[in-house]
């Protein structure tokens, strides 16, 4: 045993050994793990991380591509770190040694640097700015942290084995890639020379458990009237529009808004870029698009698969996010028995969202003029929610619009806010103030109320065409 040990010790380099016996002084390595979080600057600490990681690759491959799947040899792997630890002699106290060997599992066949944030519930967004940086959005707001990567090819490494395993690939004939990880969290890479700054990674985290409106409501997203109000809409089959900019909160209302289509016996069809939405109906199709390979065919969009849905029978469609020639064909849907649809768009207003509209169905390269454009819009969209990020970390629907005509004079499309977000500043806590308004005025047309009341809403209380909730 002793002999085959030092032939493995051999292999791996005299350097390596003279290395750990240099580094053995529990001092030096105890103040270098509590002082960096295991990212040291220290030459001699990365090449005992460097030693025992190179032994667990060498000697226990079985248990790697176990453990790479199953909770259970993950737990074993990191006995057996520890094991070699105490076996190799490098002296540290028992609770670094299992920090350290929690380290050298997630170096292994976690995520390195970043498994500590993918792990951490609270944290929704990473961003790897090159090695030296790395940003997390936390409660809303983005934060700067201490853990760093040893250098550029510790990034790629970790690129790598994120997309590795959906058959992607990241270089420099091919210097962008979009995945996710197994829990379905979003994933955007890009590297040199397309990005300046070094490799770059951004993960969008997958919610493990889905906010329903309730939830927002006590988040303060929205006021419990226009939950209710929205509510509604989805159960009367009212076509509803999410509009909001990055990072707003648009996939997290889309889903709280699915959540209340009725269990029955509609079938609902998902379509999105990457599966996001966890829809709790027993009849719910999900379909995702698929990006082109490494020769740049196979790409199947988002067009592609809502024409396809649409010979599925569908009840309802959602799409994920409407952002291109798909408006085209989603209008097409909404105005031609798939009444309930629902989907996102990017925009900073609720008028913003039906230019974007317009535009997108330009895209489709149809050629019709805008007020054919506009009328069709106003045929299939009822509601367009707008949702936005506030500096205190907030994320709000500021407000609920009816989609309403075309207004004869100038052929534009009036909307009418059914409540809105007003703004009042920020508290001492820096925390945003402000409060959430029903404009009562609003007139209903009758094709609204009979939508309402054909789905057995009656205890919406509409007198004189006002909605009351």
Do not use: W
């Not at 106003?378 to 506030?390: K, P, T």
């Amino acid at each position: 045993m002793a002999g085959s040990l030092r032939k493995r010790l051999d292999k791996i380099g005299e350097d390596s050994k003279k290395t750990v016996a240099k580094a053995n002084d529990r001092m030096k390595v105890t103040r270098e793990i509590e002082n960096t979080g295991y990212q040291s600057e220290n030459k001699e600490v990365n090449e005992i991380l460097s030693f025992i990681q190179t032994r667990i690759l060498a000697d226990y491959p079985s248990i790697l591509a176990k453990a790479r799947s199953n909770d259970d040899n993950r737990s074993r792997l990191r006995a057996i770190v520890s094991q070699l630890l105490v076996k190799e002699n490098i002296r540290v106290e028992n609770m670094e040694r299992e920090k350290l060997s929690d380290y050298l599992v997630d170096e292994i066949i976690g995520y390195g640097p970043i498994e500590v944030f993918i792990r951490d519930s609270q944290v929704s967004e990473i961003m790897v700015n090159g090695s030296r940086q790395v940003f997390v959005e936390k409660d809303g707001k983005i934060q700067s942290t201490e853990i760093f990567f040893k250098d550029d090819d510790h990034v790629l490494a970790i690129i790598e084995r994120i997309v590795a395993p959906i058959g992607r690939r990241i270089d420099q004939s091919s210097p962008y890639v979009d995945a996710r990880l197994p829990d379905g969290s979003r994933v955007h890479a890009i590297i040199p020379p397309l990005s300046l700054t070094g490799p770059i990674l951004t993960i969008r985290k997958f919610l493990k458990k889905s906010i329903q409106m309730d939830g927002l409501v006590k988040l303060g997203s929205l006021s419990l009237e226009m939950a209710s109000f929205l509510n509604q809409c989805v159960q009367a089959k009212m076509n509803v529009m999410i509009s909001g900019g990055t990072g707003s909160g648009k996939t997290t209302l889309l889903n709280a808004l699915s959540g209340n289509i009725p269990d029955s016996q509609e079938r609902i069809i998902t379509i999105e870029d990457a599966a996001e939405l966890k829809l709790n109906q027993n009849h719910v199709i999900s379909l995702e698009c698929r990006p082109p390979n490494i020769e740049g065919k196979g790409e199947i969009t988002i067009r592609q698969l809502l024409r396809n849905a649409l010979r599925m029978r569908p009840d309802r469609i959602i799409i994920g996010e409407c952002r291109g020639a798909e408006a085209f064909d989603m209008l097409q849907a909404m105005n031609t028995g798939h009444s309930g649809s629902l989907t996102t768009i990017h925009a900073n207003h609720a008028k913003d969202a039906l230019s974007r509209l317009e535009n997108m169905i330009l895209m489709a390269g149809e050629n019709l003029p805008y007020n054919i454009i506009r009328e069709q819009i106003v045929s299939a969209i009822d509601i367009i929610v707008q949702q936005a990020r506030f500096a205190d970390g907030s994320r709000k629907v500021t407000s609920i619009a009816k989609v309403n005509k075309v207004l004869s004079g100038n052929s534009q499309i009036e909307l009418k806010y059914v409540y809105q977000f007003e703004v009042e500043g920020l508290d001492q806590q820096g925390r945003l103030n402000g409060d959430y308004v029903h404009n009562e005025d609003i007139e209903y047309s009758d094709d609204f109320i009979t939508k309402i009341k054909a789905a057995g809403l009656e205890s919406m209380q509409i007198e004189n065409k006002e909605m009351n909730t």
